[in-house]
């Protein structure tokens, strides 16, 4: 498959299997992370990861699942098997790291996609529990959490009203603004 492909295949995955991701799957995920850019080389982004029956709920359990829809939550049986918290590490003064995390998290879900495994990316955490539930340390800001997990669901891509010719004339209809 193609990078291409692949990024058209991605969707979010909020039904798992209840099936291990091989941590050296999960080592990678995360390596793929960290070599994302990252404003001025700061690297203010570190990663947690947690694969642990006796973690897996603590993490659950702060999680706000599709705030959007009603069927959000997975029901017991279909949790992710692992998660990857995005930790901010506040004693580097890196004011750009919200694109750090973007780029970072992108390059994770990519590769675990490669790998056969979904992803669920959430900033809506009771960070306060997650924290405590943890023990993460104060100089650490809890930025998102990346859930992951053999797919149990098989989401599909909505039609667009609009070509994609017209959409792309729309946005670029001001291109030779100089």
């Known amino acids: 498959m193609s990078f291409y492909d692949l990024i058209l295949k991605r969707r979010t995955i909020r039904r798992f299997k209840d099936k291990k991701i091989p941590y050296p799957i999960l080592e990678r995920c995360v390596n793929a992370a960290r070599v994302a850019p990252s404003a ?21 359990g702060t999680l706000h699942w599709a705030g959007y829809i009603s069927d959000g ?33 992108e390059n994770m879900i990519l590769t675990a996609l490669e790998e056969g495994i979904g992803s669920c990316c959430f900033a809506s955490i009771d960070r306060d ?6 023990n993460i340390p104060e100089k650490y800001l809890i930025d998102l959490v990346v859930a992951l997990g053999y797919p149990n669901e098989a989401p599909v891509e909505e039609e667009l009203q609009e ?6 004339q729309n946005i670029c209809q001001f291109s030779n603004f100089y």
């Not at 001025?40 to 659950?60: G, S, T």
């Not at 995005?86 to 890196?94: V, W």
């Open 163 to 168: 070509s994609v010719a017209a959409i792309l």
């Open 40 to 60: 001025a080389n700061l690297q203010p982004c570190e990663y947690l990861i947690i694969d642990r029956e006796d973690l897996l709920d603590k993490v659950f």
């Open 73 to 105: 939550t997975p029901p017991p049986g279909e949790a992710p098997s692992a998660y990857v918290i995005i930790l901010i590490n506040e004693e580097i003064k890196a004011n750009k790291y919200r694109y750090d995390v973007g780029f970072a998290v």
């Open 129 to 134: 529990d997650l924290r405590k539930n943890l």
